[in-house]
């Protein structure tokens, strides 16, 4: 039986690989048998998940890249063509934000964001999307956020806005270019720990039982929750799933707002 999670002489690009879920990802992909481009603007972390993904027997091309940066993106993808002469997978990871209340963020600050998040992700799905249609087939992964679909409050609006405008490029570049061979589609992500949320749990502890109490499955979010996903929407396994919009949230979507955890009972 032909194994449909297979990636062998596929080639994949992925921001954000020097660590976190981009990093996660690459490596998932690399073990399912794809060529790996990772795209970061940290350059030793880069080149440190190259060695992994080489060790596997798969090739690896680090590049830096400020994904804000149209000019680095065009670079990039020249190089792409240089090297592998196709691209069938992309995973848009990278991006920050900044967090700050509605009416203290500067306009400055809210552009900054929309660049790394909107602006640089819409540049990777053109140019990769242009590339793809020509061969007739590719798959575009978004990462997006629960931000994107219900308000976070806490200083998100920026990001939430971003996030928003991602979510609905998805939906309109999957109309787009669906029918002719390219899917793409958007992963949502609760919260996942990582550094930055760490710091923050660190500094108000109260924080964790905070979020705890709003994913149903009791845990915070690993990089490695997406490796899955990331094969799955690169394979031929997803051949009929386009603009889907995938919540990777321990269930807190799923839950109401006034519901809770565990099987506590309530008496009248």
């Not at 700050?100 to 900054?112: F, H, M, R, T, Y």
């Not at 958007?186 to 550094?195: F, H, T």
Request: with cysteine.
């Amino acid at each position: 039986m032909t194994n449909m999670f297979d990636l062998s002489d596929r080639v994949a690009l992925v921001s954000g690989a020097a660590s976190g879920m981009g990093r996660a990802s690459s490596l998932a992909l690399a073990e399912a048998g794809a060529d790996v481009v990772l795209a970061d603007l940290n350059e030793e972390g880069a080149q440190a998940t190259a060695q992994e993904i080489e060790s596997l027997g798969r090739k690896a091309m680090p590049v830096r890249c400020d994904i804000s940066n149209s000019e680095d993106i065009l670079a990039m993808f020249g190089r792409v063509d240089n090297e592998f002469g196709r691209i069938d997978f992309v995973a848009n990871i990278a991006g920050e934000a900044i967090r700050k209340k509605p009416e203290e963020i500067s306009l400055d600050e809210v552009e900054w964001t929309w660049r790394n998040l909107v602006y640089g992700r819409f540049c990777m799905c053109q140019e990769a999307g242009r590339r793809m249609l020509a061969a007739g087939k590719g798959s575009i992964v978004n990462l997006g956020s629960l931000a994107s679909i219900t308000a976070l409050g806490r200083g998100h609006i920026a990001y939430s806005m971003a996030m928003g405008a991602v979510v609905q490029m998805t939906r309109e570049l999957s109309t787009e270019w669906s029918g002719r061979g390219v899917r793409v589609n958007s992963i949502l992500p609760a919260q996942v720990l990582n550094p930055g949320l760490q710091e923050r749990i660190d500094s108000d502890p109260r924080i964790k039982d905070r979020f705890l109490s709003g994913i149903p499955i009791g845990r915070f979010g690993s990089s490695d929750d997406i490796r899955g996903l990331a094969v799955f929407l690169a394979s031929d396994a997803s051949s009929w799933i386009t603009g889907a919009i995938i919540p990777m949230d321990g269930g807190n979507l799923a839950m109401n707002a006034g519901g809770s955890v565990g099987s506590e009972v309530f008496q009248e």
